[in-house]
């Protein structure tokens, strides 16, 4: 599955894959994850505040911000290469 995703050329195209391969409610999931993902990495928000701010709950952003710091490095990959470097996770 991987390798297909690494073959997509655009983010249309890479859209397209993930709604026909995820359901909405897997989808929403996923993208509140990387809400949280992203506000971990860009802010200094408490987690209440995060959970909060994407309408999580405390126990996603806990669980999010765990395998941004000790994860296999993917959330760390593309958020230094979205957004630089981290405030909180270097």
Request: glycine share 6%; hydrophobic share 40%.
């Amino acid at each position: 599955m991987f390798g297909a995703i690494s073959k997509l050329k655009n983010e249309k195209e890479t859209a397209a894959f993930f709604r026909d391969l995820l359901t909405i409610s897997e989808l929403d999931a996923a993208a509140e994850r990387w809400q949280m993902a992203k506000l971990l990495w860009s802010t200094d928000l408490s987690y209440k505040q995060i959970a909060k701010k994407t309408s999580g709950s405390t126990t996603t952003v806990t669980r999010v911000a765990h395998w941004l710091d000790h994860g296999m490095g993917g959330y760390k990959t593309i958020l230094s290469r979205l957004f630089g470097s981290s405030k909180r996770f270097s």
